[in-house]
């Protein structure tokens, strides 16, 4: 089992930043997958990035390229999403996720979500 608690969330004016973090327990977080997702009302929730465990790869969603950017620090158990110049549309419940496949289709683990709440 993989506990993941996300934090850094809050609200902010457009072309703000912030940053998420995600911090693991238990099983091995190393052997895992890592991304965020978000769920803005009524709609589906969505996949955002993705990182390996050794953080040789990563991927964006189309309309997160160029102002968000994933990282992880195994030492800490932990991965980040650096959010940059954001907007309205970020608006969402934002997700931290683990998983055993990369690019992250089937997903393992999922921490309790962090509100980001971007005002125009």
């Known amino acids: 089992q993989v506990h993941l608690v996300e934090s850094g969330g809050g609200l902010v004016q457009a072309g703000g930043s912030l940053r998420l973090s995600c911090a693991a327990s238990g099983r091995t977080f190393s052997n895992y997958a890592t991304g965020w997702f978000r769920q803005a009302p009524g709609k589906e929730r969505e996949s955002v990035s993705g990182?390996?465990?050794?953080?040789?790869?990563?991927y964006y969603a189309d309309s997160v390229k160029g102002r968000f950017t994933i990282s992880r620090d195994n030492a800490k158990n932990t991965v980040y999403l650096q959010m940059n110049s954001l907007k309205p549309e970020d608006t969402a419940v934002y997700y931290c996720?683990?998983?055993?496949?990369?690019?992250?289709?089937?997903?393992?683990?999922w921490g309790q979500g962090t509100q980001v709440t971007v005002s125009s």
């Open positions: 996720a683990a998983s055993s496949m990369f690019p992250i289709k089937r997903v393992a683990y």
């Open positions: 990182i390996t465990y050794t953080s040789a790869s990563t």
